[in-house]
């Protein structure tokens, strides 16, 4: 194991104890134990879709997979915020990264380092919280499906540029091989692959911009 993986881990633990700390901190017992079964159901949702095949990560091309556990991530920071919105996030790195692990093939193979699977996704699902709650502030817009749904296609979008743009800072001279080539078959290779990336994350977001509006809205009334 690496330097950098250690420090990683290392980083990451003390995180998630502070931040269990202060998320056990800020809720009265009674609220605790309502919220521990809200995250069992999610962690039950994220866990099924990534080690279930082809629910979660949808194989397009060996090596390169459609992911959906964004969704539940987004209905997750709609209904409760940044904080939880960072728990499934974190949830949602961990599966990608065991998915890498067992699968560490094609493009597949960066995400067996955790800073590339765990740390985007974590960013993702607090910028999600955030956002969300922004939106909150403004009751009218916040019960709007076509405003959430805009801003799950949005947020879906930035969760593939925070992937790519931690791939751009950790491994800058492999992501330029892969992407930038000499050759006029390199390039068609290249001008390929990005446009199935391209169509995957419009697919993934055209789908969460249907369902977090609907199903959020409906988990709200419910709970």
Same mark, same amino acid.
């Given at each position: 194991m690496s330097?950098?993986?250690?420090?990683?881990?290392?980083?990451?633990?003390?995180?998630?104890? !502070?931040? +269990? /700390? @202060?998320? #056990? =901190?800020?809720?009265?017992?009674?609220?605790?134990?309502?919220?521990?079964?809200?995250?069992?159901?999610?962690?039950?949702?994220?866990?099924?879709?990534?080690?279930?095949?082809?629910?979660?990560?949808?194989?397009?091309?060996?090596?390169?997979?459609?992911?959906?556990?964004?969704?539940?991530?987004?209905?997750? !920071?709609? +209904? /409760? @915020?940044? #904080? =939880?919105?960072a728990l499934l996030g974190l949830l949602f790195g961990v599966t990608s990264w065991i998915e890498a692990l067992l699968n560490p093939t094609g493009f597949n193979a960066f995400f067996i380092y955790p800073w590339v699977s765990i740390l985007p996704r974590v960013l993702f699902g607090i910028l999600s919280g955030?956002?969300?709650?922004?939106?909150?502030?403004?009751?009218?817009?916040?019960?709007?499906?076509?405003?959430?749904?805009?801003i799950s296609f949005l947020l879906t979008c930035l969760h593939t540029v925070l992937v790519f743009l931690d791939l751009f800072v950790f491994y800058p001279s492999e992501l330029s091989a892969l992407f930038i080539g000499g050759s006029s078959l390199v390039n068609g290779v290249t001008f390929t692959f990005l446009a199935v990336i391209a169509?995957?994350?419009?697919?993934?977001?055209?789908?969460?911009?249907?369902?977090?509006?609907?199903?959020?809205?409906?988990?709200?009334?419910?709970?």
């Open positions: 330097t950098q993986t250690i420090v990683f881990w290392i980083l990451l633990v003390l995180w998630v104890l !502070s931040f +269990l /700390y @202060g998320y #056990k =901190k800020s809720f009265p017992s009674s609220i605790k134990t309502k919220d521990i079964a809200v995250n069992a159901i999610f962690f039950a949702i994220i866990l099924v879709m990534g080690f279930v095949p082809q629910v979660g990560y949808i194989t397009i091309i060996p090596g390169l997979s459609l992911t959906l556990l964004h969704i539940p991530v987004l209905i997750g !920071s709609y +209904l /409760y @915020g940044w #904080k =939880k919105g955030l956002f969300f709650q922004l939106l909150r502030k403004t009751p009218k817009i916040y019960a709007n499906g076509l405003a959430v749904g805009g169509l995957g994350m419009l697919g993934e977001a055209t789908l969460s911009a249907l369902v977090v509006p609907s199903v959020g809205r409906g988990l709200q009334r419910l709970i």
